[in-house]
C-alpha cells in the first residue's frame, strides 16, 4: 500500500488549506497530526465508503474530509496557529477505523503545514 501526502504549505491565521492522501487502493483513511513536543493526534477520519467520518473537537466545523476514489482530502479553513504541524495520512485494511493509530496499518510520508499570524 502507497500513500502520498501533499498539499501542506505556509498560510496565514484565517486561511485555508487542502490536503490530499493518495493511495494505491481504497482503504479507511485518517488524518493525523504531529506537532513539536506535542502528543499526535487524529484529527479527521473516514470510512471506506465515505459514509462514516470523525473529527477531533479541536477541528469540528473547521476541517472537512472527503473523498474521491482512492484520494482522502481534508480541506482546512479559518486555519489557527495551533494548527501548525506535520501532518500525516494513515490508511486500515477495515473498511472504517477510528482516532487511534494502532488502528491504521499504514502511512504516509508527512506534510508540514505551518499556520503564521
Known amino acids: 500500500v502507497q500513500l502520498q501526502a501533499s498539499g501542506g504549505g505556509l498560510v496565514q491565521a484565517g486561511g485555508s488549506l487542502r490536503l490530499s492522501c493518495a493511495a494505491s487502493g481504497r482503504y479507511a483513511t485518517g488524518w493525523f497530526r504531529q506537532a513539536p513536543g506535542k502528543e499526535q493526534e487524529c484529527v479527521a477520519a473516514?470510512?471506506?465508503?465515505?459514509?462514516i467520518t470523525y473529527y477531533a473537537d479541536s477541528v469540528k466545523g473547521r476541517f472537512t474530509i472527503s473523498r474521491a476514489k482512492n484520494t482522502v482530502y481534508l480541506q482546512m479553513n479559518s486555519l489557527k496557529l495551533e494548527d501548525t504541524a506535520v501532518y500525516y495520512c494513515a490508511a486500515a485494511r477495515g473498511p472504517y477505523s477510528g482516532s487511534y493509530s494502532f488502528q491504521y496499518d499504514y502511512w504516509g510520508q508527512g506534510t508540514q503545514v505551518t499556520v503564521s499570524s
Open positions: 473516514v470510512s471506506t465508503s465515505g459514509d
